[in-house]
């Protein structure tokens, strides 16, 4: 089978400046769904009035942010001014939620450098006016790292929430069969075990998920040039319980568009955002080859292939600087 990678965009501006032409969106424009009504805006997620323009008077049940942590180097300047830059995008996450919703944030921590930014962003969250819920770690089934320590293999996950949100308990069971009995409790006069009392054959998820499978190239869901996608399965999975058909989900950071995915296939309605135009694009590509292709990603392409191998410009950036032919 062919392949026609990309390279990591968030890191490569002279890419993204000569993917640019094939964009629909420019700075300040939301590219509207007349489909499903979803929403899909070029803005920066600290401006208030471009998220209110975006928002248009109306408030989301569920938020679900996957902000750019690792752009940053991590010492302590540079620790606070993402900090003082998430508290912006935060209170605009805020004002966006109704009054009973709920947000999850994914955010790492650079264990070598006393794990920052996370420390920060915690406290940080005290003074944010949303109630602390869970701490969710998802388990990455490939690691990274050294004979020097313990592998990294997880992603971290902060659950929070304003007032009293739905959580759909019933709608997230994992695949995972009940195999150990145990916990016998008496009910109605007879005992009973906890796979006969349960509501589902199947495990509940706790707050460490170890079901779903990191993204990698081989996935159908794989978006090339996405650095550190997250999967569409932990996606539903928190759209399913924070929120209800026919309710707005928002994301502030687009990326890949996995959220808008989601969103689409369980009957949510996504107001989502993002700084570049080109993830802004690739997200609309994602969305419109789910519905005509049913394909959730390009695994061995990439959502720009079409327009590359007629683009000189870009097929010899690509081969020079990257080493990648078309």
């Known amino acids: 089978m062919e392949k026609f990678p990309l390279p990591r965009l968030d890191t490569d501006a002279e890419l993204r400046k000569l993917l640019t032409k094939y964009c629909r969106l420019t700075n300040g424009e939301i590219w509207r769904d007349p489909v499903a009504e979803h929403k899909i805006a070029c803005i920066d997620s600290t401006d208030s009035k471009a998220v209110k323009k975006l928002m248009s008077g109306k408030v989301a049940a569920l938020a679900i942010h996957d902000p750019p942590y690792n752009f940053i180097a991590f010492d302590e300047l540079k620790e606070e001014q993402f900090i003082n830059w998430s508290k912006k995008w935060i209170k605009n996450s805020f004002n966006s939620l109704d009054l009973n919703s709920s947000i999850y944030i994914w955010l790492g921590a650079d264990y070598k450098n ?8 915690i406290q940080m969250m005290k003074q944010s006016g949303f109630a602390s819920r869970n701490f969710i770690t998802l388990r990455n089934q490939r690691g990274y790292g050294t004979a020097q320590n313990w592998m990294s293999v997880r992603q971290e996950l902060l659950y929070y929430s304003k007032g009293a949100p739905v959580f759909n308990v019933e709608t ?13 409790k008496e009910v109605g006069g007879e005992i009973t075990e906890n796979i006969k009392r ?9 707050n460490v998920w170890v079901d779903v499978q990191q993204v990698f190239y081989r996935m159908e869901e794989n978006v090339n040039g996405c650095f ?7 996606i539903e999975r928190i759209v399913s319980a924070s929120s209800n058909e026919k309710d707005i989900v928002i994301d502030f950071f687009a990326h890949s568009g996995t959220t808008l995915i989601a969103c689409e296939k369980l009957k949510r309605k996504c107001f989502t955002a993002d700084i570049d135009s080109v993830f802004c694009e690739i997200s609309i590509r994602r969305l419109e080859r789910f519905r005509k292709t049913g394909k959730t990603g390009w695994q061995n392409s990439n959502p720009f292939y079409e327009e590359i191998i007629k683009d000189n410009e870009i097929k010899e950036y690509l081969s020079v600087k990257h080493k990648i032919n078309y």
């Open 172 to 184: 997230v069971y994992t695949d995972i069969p009940k195999i150990l009995k145990g916990y016998y």
């Open 228 to 234: 550190a996608q997250k999967p569409l399965k932990a």
């Open 198 to 206: 349960g509501k589902s054959e199947f495990i509940r998820p706790g």
């Open 114 to 121: 006393h794990f920052q930014p996370f420390a920060g962003f």
